[in-house]
């Protein structure tokens, strides 16, 4: 309910920013990637295009850094407020994923140059939830790229935690400080 009423409140926004990205760089204005879903299922994920279609990885293996030459102006504003993400709301609505819970990772996504599953340990336990818009990990700084293997254990630790504490309480402690952090400024590149 709450991802429909955010989608018809948004709408302006959305098809706004679906022009200005359309109008900016050749190329659809959105962005679909396979990514893990709840239970090891495979889910078509949506995004604003933030990246030229000719230098993107579809397969999301090749994670973005700051400063990435992949990712266009317009990009650039969109991830670092995290607009991007916004048309998750929709598969939200789909059911395929929630507003909290451990960020969806692409298929075969490295970290600190390993696939996550040889990196860390009971990898897939993340993946008994159904998978977030925004989680614990990215809330407590674990945002962004994971080039250190010390960096990509403790985001999974922290969707685990989240997991093993999930309360409405936490899922409302959690939206509150992503919206606090994007509106200070966001920490997305």
Excluded at 17 to 22: G, P, S
Excluded at 75 to 94: A, C, F, H
Excluded at 161 to 183: G, H, K, N, P
Aim: charged share 20%; hydrophobic share 40%; aromatic share 8%.
């Amino acid at each position: 309910m709450v991802s429909l009423c955010a989608l018809i409140v948004l709408a302006p926004l959305l098809v706004g920013v679906a022009l200005a990205v359309k109008a900016t760089s050749r190329g659809p204005a959105f962005f679909s990637q396979q990514r893990w879903g709840k239970d090891g299922q495979k889910i078509r994920v949506y995004k604003f295009r933030s990246m030229y279609t000719d230098r993107c990885d579809a397969t999301g293996v090749a994670q973005t850094t700051e400063d990435d030459p992949r990712v266009t102006p317009l990009g650039r504003v969109l991830r670092k407020t995290s607009i991007d993400e916004l048309p998750q709301l929709y598969n939200v609505l789909r059911g395929d994923m929630s507003l909290v819970g451990p960020r969806c990772h692409a298929i075969g996504m490295k970290a600190a140059g390993k696939l996550y599953e040889e990196l860390v340990p009971g990898y897939h336990a993340r993946h008994t939830v159904r998978p977030g818009i925004t989680g614990l990990a990215q809330v407590r700084g674990f945002r962004g790229p994971t080039d250190t293997p010390s960096v990509s254990r403790a985001r999974i630790a922290y969707d685990l935690q989240y997991i093993r504490s999930f309360s409405i309480w936490l899922d409302m402690q959690i939206l509150a400080l992503t919206v606090w952090t994007e509106l200070r400024g966001g920490k997305g590149f």
